[in-house]
């Protein structure tokens, strides 16, 4: 089977490790599959303004998620590296699929209670935004950006797999009602890359309200967050997501930057301290994240080059975005 990739991230502060693990990663691994013959990876521009933001800072934001992209090996020779609101198909088509998405399938996301109470807890700039339209209709916007390009793999986190089974369904009512147009889209999952918030284990890593490890952070502000990660009870390193939810989430990373199984850690660190344990996780990760750095310093350096990249991508992108987006229009009898 052909596969069509599209995948992207909110430009709504810097990208942290769970951002790498539950997607970025498997983004790099399916550009060189065989069978892939598009990706599409975006900073999700229109979804980052649907929640508080300063448009004094935006566009640095923007570029940041981009260098990061790059930095962790998206290759624009092989991958279509887009803002979305460069590409005004998606508006378009967000709303040609609102007039056949019922509110009740938005109303029953978990997600939107989420971004609810993440605003609500965002001080008077989130009071303005806790009732508006786009926080419940954002899902139909991300249906948009994924049959656009008539995408059927998308790599991402589990958190997001609601919105996938969306997609299926607003494509499916298309196809049945206007005729064979979009495909089925499967998501793509990392095996255990959810990964939780250092300070309360039960929530994710997240970009607003957290501080989880960047991308960019420091060896020593890296070290620091995992010295005073939650840890739990007790004081064996083993793996309990119930009893230990700290030192299983600290497990996950370790195994996932590692590449050694979870048993393997386990056997490790037998006998050791969650100190012993927590300083060797900070040395895997500063020398993970140390070539990355690296490679984005020399990117951020070199702004022209970004900006060719983008100009290249989003013209390929519009291209294929006009031509599926007037199939929906020769369907729909526009
Ligand atoms: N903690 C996580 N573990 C694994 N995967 C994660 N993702 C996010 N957090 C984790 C995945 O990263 C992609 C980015 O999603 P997004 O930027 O659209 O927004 P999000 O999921 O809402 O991410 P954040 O970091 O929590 O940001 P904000 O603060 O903007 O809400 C998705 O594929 C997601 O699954």
Not at 218 to 229: L, N, Q, S
Request: charged share 20%; proline share 5%.
């Amino acid at each position: 089977m052909t596969t069509r990739i599209f995948s992207g991230m909110r430009p709504s502060g810097k990208l942290h490790l769970g951002n790498y693990l539950g997607a970025i990663k498997n983004w790099i691994a399916l550009q060189d599959a065989p069978d892939t013959a598009q990706c599409v990876f975006a900073a999700v521009d229109l979804h980052a303004i649907t929640t508080p933001y300063d448009p004094a800072t935006f566009q640095q934001n923007v570029t940041n998620v981009l260098l990061d992209y790059l930095a962790a090996g998206v290759d624009p020779k092989k991958s279509l590296l887009i803002r979305q609101s460069r590409v005004p198909q998606h508006t378009e088509l967000m709303w040609l699929l609102s007039t056949i998405s019922p509110v009740g399938w938005l109303e029953r996301l978990p997600n939107w209670r989420e971004k609810v109470e993440q605003v609500q807890s965002m001080g008077d700039r989130g009071a303005s935004y806790q009732n508006n339209l786009s926080l419940l209709s954002y899902p139909v916007l991300m249906a948009a950006d994924i049959l656009l390009y008539k995408a059927n793999l998308v790599p991402i986190g589990d958190d997001q797999l609601p919105h996938i089974e969306l997609t299926n369904e607003v494509g499916a009512k298309f196809n049945h009602l206007f005729g064979d147009t979009f495909p089925n889209v499967k998501p793509f999952i990392a095996a255990g890359a959810r990964i939780m918030s250092l300070q309360d284990p039960t929530k994710k890593m997240s970009k607003t309200g957290d501080d989880g490890i960047a991308l960019t952070d420091t060896p020593d502000e890296v070290r620091g967050k995992i010295k005073r990660a939650t840890t739990d009870s007790g004081r064996e390193v083993t793996f309990d997501e119930t009893a230990k939810p700290g030192i299983s989430n600290l497990l996950t990373i370790f195994s996932t930057l590692s590449g050694k199984t979870v048993g393997e850690l386990e056997r490790d660190y037998a006998g050791k301290s969650y100190g012993d344990f927590k300083g060797d996780l900070a040395e895997v990760v500063v020398g993970f994240l140390a070539p990355f750095q690296q490679r984005r310093a020399e990117l951020a350096a070199d702004p022209a080059t970004l900006a060719r990249i983008l100009t290249e991508s989003e013209e390929k992108a519009r291209i294929i975005a006009s031509e599926n987006l007037a199939e929906v229009h020769r369907a729909m009898g526009l």
